[in-house]
């Protein structure tokens, strides 16, 4: 009896002693992972008061958003960098939910499982503990202002700073994680020979995709910081990084992604560097030394466009190493592998075309490029626009390995020399090209509140036709049917006149490799071996993004097969 109660004490005293490790080790990570703001000294102008006036504008001293004919809406903020953050939290605060709440959606959508969102939550809150360390002072005060505005109903996730910070590493960790497929822009300029007037053109696709929702609100941000270079860029409610934009010495900064290893610490994220070489740089090399001070978490390609140098090289950079590409023609192309010596993977250089979809993309754009020898803004709004497959073949409505992949958050044009750019409308870049002058936008800023109109009415790139046609129609029919496929998998429940509908998706996207997928995958859920084997063998005949997708289908096959 006596050995038995002594067990029984040891075991309590292991117990308890768990216990304590357990809460201790709760302790360290609430502790390390929680980001302080940055301190502020003049909290003054955080009593700052908006004026409405109308439901599509509304400004704070000189600053003011608007919401133009298109859909877009503009922003114009100055001054130091609490001010500015203020400022824009105030002037977006709608916005800033919306796109908030449009992400956690898609984020539930993608992870159904609340155990593991709870996982990734405290993985993510881990991995990006010291990221504050890798943002700039300027910049956090710019994000703490912002966050000012930000809703506390998603204080589950974090507090409203640390929560508007760690999204600015969205891009990074969604491309980082190559299977959920975020993220595969294509970009390319030309000058001199190359060009229709011999200036600097660049065109490029933001493919970052988080749902259809996300993209509905773009906000074209102008810029005119305490310190630096004025500046435009393409964002979204509570996003202070740059993604795509363009400086008032006629530099611009496009990313792209680049295949990467999954990171295990966090750095800066690319879009604060990038948002770093639009305020600071005025050149190629000086935006080259700028990336090269900071540490980031993933492979990009920084496509830069310069006035003053007359050309477009890119900036290839990984975790570890950096190297400037420049072309020896008069054009250059970035899809999303490196093509520099020192920085190119094997796994591209020695791949066959049809194994990569950024391998593929990149000789369509030369295909397209040799049929367009001398660039300008409607031949370069024509090439992002395109759908087709080498030698112009068809390969499905959303097919990654496309130009237009029908998923684009945004489509953009510049022309450095002159200080133009033009910013694609809803949806993806189908709707209008709308121009702004940036000389004409910050020399006028101030009077805005009476004119209201700051784009360059005259020089608006009209739609593409494929918005008007049927295949448009059929596109949009073709994602509601893959919606209730997706559905009906999820919850595991047989679809009404399954046939009919299967029938019609095939007729609304029949090149598309996914449309076979969707359907072999649920016929081999609910036991229709034959027909899944069916139509996996279908969509191998397809053109398929890359070639661990094809792997995956011939794994399904074996797997029914050999059961």
Same mark, same amino acid.
């Given at each position: ?446 009077? *805005? ?23 448009? /129609? ?20 047989? *679809? ?44 191998? /005949? ?22």
């Amino acid at each position: 009896m006596h050995k038995i109660k002594k067990i029984l004490k040891t075991l309590l005293k292991s117990v308890i002693i768990l216990i304590i490790i357990i809460l201790v080790l709760v302790v360290i990570f609430k502790i390390t992972t929680k980001l302080n703001p940055p301190t502020i000294e003049n909290t003054e102008i955080e009593n700052l008061q908006t004026t409405q006036v109308d439901s599509s504008f509304s400004y704070i001293k000189n600053n003011w958003i608007n919401r133009n004919k298109f859909g877009l809406w503009e922003m114009y903020i100055e001054g130091e960098a609490y001010e500015r953050g203020i400022i824009n939290g105030k002037l977006s605060k709608d916005l800033i939910y919306k796109q908030e709440n449009a992400f956690v959606n898609q984020i539930k959508l993608m992870i159904p499982s609340e155990s593991y969102l709870k996982f990734l939550k405290s993985f993510i809150g881990f991995f990006n503990r010291n990221i504050d360390k890798h943002v700039i002072d300027e910049y956090q005060k710019e994000i703490y202002g912002i966050s000012k505005s930000a809703s506390e109903k998603f204080n589950f996730i974090t507090h409203n700073y640390q929560r508007i910070l760690n999204y600015h590493a969205a891009h990074d960790i969604g491309h980082a994680l190559q299977n959920m497929n975020l993220v595969a822009c294509t970009a390319f300029s030309g000058w001199d020979s190359r060009s229709a007037d011999s200036s600097l053109i660049i065109g490029r696709n933001f493919d970052f995709y988080s749902g259809d929702e996300f993209a509905e609100d773009k906000i074209i941000l102008f810029c005119n910081p305490e310190k630096g270079y004025k500046f435009m860029i393409v964002t979204w409610g509570g996003m202070i990084g740059a993604t795509s934009g363009m400086n008032d010495q006629g530099l611009t900064v496009t990313l792209n992604a680049a295949k990467s290893d999954i990171p295990f610490g966090a750095a800066t994220p690319i879009s604060i560097v990038a948002r770093e070489i639009l305020q600071y740089a005025s050149n190629i090399d000086e935006a080259f030394e700028i990336a090269k001070k900071r540490k980031t978490f993933v492979s990009e390609s920084l496509f830069i466009g310069s006035a003053k140098d007359g050309r477009t090289a890119t900036i290839e950079k990984s975790p570890d190493n950096q190297a400037l590409l420049e072309s020896n023609n008069d054009y250059i192309i970035c899809s999303n592998h490196f093509q520099s010596t020192e920085m190119q993977k094997d796994e591209f250089a020695n791949a066959k075309i049809e194994d990569y979809a950024t391998t593929y993309r990149f000789n369509r754009v030369e295909e397209l490029l040799e049929q367009n020898q001398k660039l300008d803004i409607n031949s370069v709004a024509k090439i992002l626009r395109d759908q087709k497959g080498l030698n112009n073949e068809d390969i499905g409505m959303g097919n990654e390995k496309a130009i237009n992949q029908l998923i684009a958050h945004h489509s953009i044009i510049f022309k450095p020399e002159e200080l133009k750019v033009w910013v694609s409308t809803s949806p993806f870049q189908l709707g209008e090209f709308v121009c702004y002058n940036l000389n004409k936008v910050f020399n006028e800023a101030d009077s *805005i509140k009476e004119s209201k109109v700051i784009y360059e009415a005259d020089f608006t790139i009209p739609a593409d036709s494929f918005l008007y046609s049927n295949n448009y /129609k059929n596109f949009i029919r073709f994602k509601e049917i893959r919606t209730q496929i997706q559905s009906a998998i999820k919850t595991k429940t047989r *679809i009404p006149e399954e046939d009919y509908l299967f029938n019609e998706i095939i007729e609304q996207n029949p090149d598309f490799f996914e449309t076979y997928v969707y359907l072999g995958d649920y016929f081999r859920l609910f036991n229709m071996q034959d027909k899944a084997v069916l139509a996996y063998k279908k969509s191998l /005949k397809m053109e398929i993004p890359n070639i661990y997708q094809r792997e995956s289908i011939e794994e399904k096959i074996i797997t029914i097969e050999e059961y």
